[in-house]
């Protein structure tokens, strides 16, 4: 896009001064993918960037379908205290303190359903960022653990509504109505000082066609519930929810019921994710199926204490808590008995397959002939018969003369002034032809230096 935009943007620039139009120029191609290349760090924040983007848009259609069905969300989660609540003869609704509170509430089950529907494409797209990054047999673990960690979740879910839940509420409401102060007691008065009283009907639920100002009491809720009419014509049925007399009337917020609901979903969730954490462990080499196996007892209270922290603390509540955390405990025995490591991860791979290609074979090197022995052994250095020729720098090879100034010939090199002492290392040597610091050096490179002798 950035492309084409500073493209016709010159060409246009081009027609308005009136010179012709340069041809549209190629966009230049991308380079091949290479999918065994190593990526850079900002080639990770973006692929980063994109999956989370992917998983955001996801869940919005799981957005829309809870908010389409928020009612019977919220009656689900709502179902187990009203419930409670009729059974211990309390008023079943719950109030609102705050303008918002309901639709923040509403509005947050929606969130929380829609983000549990689309796990699976959140996961997703977490494995789509990491896969790239893992070899065969490390894919295997994660394939594993999955799985099981799903399993475990609903698991963990299923046993807080089906159980822990109802007698955790159970204990919160008895506890709160048998609070406090004794209610007043109504004495009863003696039959012939008592005047004709209001006779009620109780019924099993609302009368066909009631007239205008009748009262009848539903015993199931319980509720006083009264006819009323409208204008226009009509009858308006309005109630007035009856209570049995309590220390302290439980009437619940709807934001802290939920927000106390979710809180022990997501502590059951961790919770349940106990043989996940085993199995791990034992897989790098910190723990063994003996290990767990000789600190059972110890197991145990820890679940004990465990259950003690997520649940209200009466003992039944407690102990029902205690019981799945322990069974989680001996699980995770057998899954790291049945399942170890090496059995998990099979056959493991060697060598560049995750980030880079296999390199190519290497061509062989050009077959050359062995070396010849040499015929003769090497003669050592002797000095030339005849003294070399001096130095003359204005005559060439033929002995003629050059053209240009004369220069005055160096003399040839005197040992006792300009030939370098004994001992003196080659580099030191070169050092001092470099500098010029005397002829020597001119004149070994016109006749020829002697060839290095072996040093001991």
């Not at 009264?226 to 209570?243: K, N």
């Amino acid at each position: 896009m950035a492309w084409n935009l500073f493209n016709n943007l010159g060409r246009a620039a081009a027609a308005a001064k009136g010179q012709p139009m340069p041809p549209e120029s190629p966009r230049p191609s991308a380079p091949p993918e290479d999918p065994g290349a190593v990526m850079s760090l900002f080639s990770h924040l973006e692929e980063l960037r994109k999956r989370l983007f992917l998983a955001a848009w996801g869940i919005v259609p799981f957005l829309l379908l809870g908010l389409v069905f928020l009612k019977p969300l919220t009656s689900f989660l709502l179902m187990p205290l009203q419930k409670l609540l009729q059974e211990r003869g309390l008023p079943a609704a719950l109030i609102s303190t705050a303008p918002m509170e309901s639709f923040n509430t509403a509005f947050k089950i929606a969130l929380i359903a829609a983000a549990l529907a689309g796990s699976p494409w959140i996961l997703y797209q977490l494995w789509r960022f990491v896969a790239p990054g893992l070899y065969a047999h490390e894919k295997r673990f994660v394939r594993f653990l999955l799985p099981l960690s799903l399993v475990l979740t609903l698991a963990g879910v299923a046993t807080l509504f089906y159980m822990i839940l109802p007698l955790a509420l159970s204990f919160l409401i008895n506890f709160s109505a048998e609070l406090g102060l004794k209610p007043f007691e109504v004495p009863t008065l003696a039959p012939e000082i008592t005047t004709p009283l209001l006779n009620l009907p109780v019924l099993d639920g609302d009368p066909t066609n009631p007239a205008a100002g009748s009262a009848w009491v539903v015993r199931q809720i319980p509720e006083l519930r009264v006819a009323l009419p409208i204008d226009g014509g009509g009858i308006s049925i309005v109630s007035v929810p009856l209570a049995k007399s309590a220390g302290v009337l439980p009437q619940f917020r709807i934001s802290e019921y939920i927000n106390f609901v979710l809180l022990l979903t997501l502590s059951f969730s961790i919770g349940f994710q106990l043989p996940v954490v085993l199995l791990l462990l034992s897989w790098i080499g910190i723990l063994k199926d003996t290990h767990l196996k000789k600190f059972r007892r110890y197991a145990l209270l820890v679940c004990v204490i465990a259950s003690a922290l997520v649940t209200p603390g009466d003992p039944l509540t407690l102990a029902l808590a205690a019981i799945p955390f322990y069974g989680l405990y001996e699980l995770s025995i057998l899954l790291i008995k049945w399942f170890p490591a090496k059995r998990v991860a099979g056959k493991k791979e060697t060598g560049r397959e995750r980030w880079e290609d296999p390199k190519p074979p290497a061509d062989p090197p050009p077959s050359q002939p062995p070396p010849q022995p040499p015929s003769q052994p090497p003669q050592p250095w002797s000095p030339p018969s005849s003294p070399p020729m001096p130095f003359n720098p204005n005559a060439g090879p033929d002995g003629e003369p050059f053209a240009g100034p004369r220069v005055e010939p160096s003399p040839g090199p005197d040992p006792s002034r300009d030939l370098p002492p004994l001992g003196m290392s080659d580099e030191e040597i070169s050092r001092i032809n470099e500098q010029g610091m005397s002829g020597a050096g001119q004149w070994y490179r016109a006749n020829g230096a002697p060839p290095e002798e072996p040093r001991v």
